[in-house]
């Protein structure tokens, strides 16, 4: 069996313009292993899952100056909500 790597990621609410529906507020954390987290709505986790696919399997942004972080905004323009995305610790698994 093949081993494979992943990246768990911590998402953290960088900052909110407004007011979020859901009572997000800045510092607050969610890890993301291999399910994802109640607390972040439909639509914010849309935006989010993109970068937390690419950071978790080893990839990074060219415009980010830390590899292994992302700053993600939730599409609600009136209450933007700003997501700190970064990638913490290494796991193994076997298929």
Partial sequence: MAEKRYFK???TVDSVAGKCPL??????????DQ???AGICISAF?????????????GSFPWEE??????ICCPDHVNRTVYKIERT????FKE
């Fill in 23 to 32: 009572g997000n507020k800045p510092g607050r954390e969610i890890v993301i």
């Fill in 89 to 92: 610790e290494e796991v193994a």
């Fill in 46 to 58: 849309n935006s989010l899952n993109p970068a937390i696919q690419v950071l978790k399997y080893g």
């Fill in 35 to 37: 399910t994802t987290s």
């Fill in 66 to 71: 830390n590899p292994d972080v992302a700053y």
């Fill in 9 to 11: 990621i911590k998402v």
